[in-house]
């Protein structure tokens, strides 16, 4: 059956890192714990959600379509441009490493090549009186960072976040108030 209803339009919404081991909202009206940090403003490009699989086909003498298809690898990205250019920025961005320095001077270096800065992530979105939160339990920034610094254009860091399996744990997963997901219950 159409629906308008179940359109959702993202216009606007808040993405945010933890470290591993901060607990995740239980459900959509709890609160983020304060180590949930706010990103901050991302492009207006907003998030791109992708879900991928790799199939390998089983060919059989007697039909020229696969007889079967077996999924050997599936990944999943959350990717944004976040238009803050601040430490929390920076350092999730590349990361990690250190920002020191005071008195209106400060200096950023990365983090050693072998270090990993794994991660949780969510980002949450409204339309209207719904609320959706995707929410990744660990991952990492997996995908390299170009940042072009113009005069016309800001510069944005754009990232790439990569879920990393966990036996047990959920690879990811929605949290939301829209009476429309009733049905799937």
């Known amino acids: ?17 933890a470290p591993v081991g901060t607990v995740e909202p239980a459900d959509i009206s709890a609160a ?17 959600i992708e879900d991928t699989k790799t199939l390998d086909k089983v060919a059989v003498w007697q ?5 079967r298809r077996i999924i050997t690898d599936r990944d999943f990205t959350v990717a944004f441009a976040m238009r803050q250019f601040a430490a929390k920025q920076i350092e999730f961005a590349f990361g990690g490493g ?3 320095g005071s008195g ?3 200096k950023y270096v990365p983090p050693d090549p072998e270090d990993i800065d794994e991660r949780k992530l969510a980002v949450e979105w409204q339309d209207g009186d719904n609320t959706w939160r995707l929410i990744v339990p660990l991952g990492i920034v997996s995908d390299k960072i170009t940042t072009k610094i113009e005069r016309k254009n800001p510069a944005d860091l754009p990232i790439t976040f990569s879920i990393m ?4 744990v959920e690879p990811w997963y929605f949290l939301t108030d829209d009476p429309t997901w009733a049905e799937g219950t």
């Open 63 to 67: 039909m020229l379509y696969p007889a």
């Open 165 to 168: 399996g966990q036996d047990g």
């Open 104 to 106: 209106g001077k400060y």
């Open 32 to 48: 983020f714990a304060p180590a949930w940090v706010d990103l901050g403003f991302t492009s207006e490009d907003g998030v791109t």
């Open 1 to 17: 059956m159409k629906d308008t209803s179940e359109i959702v339009i993202g216009a606007n919404g808040t993405i945010r890192v």
């Open 98 to 100: 250190t920002i020191t």
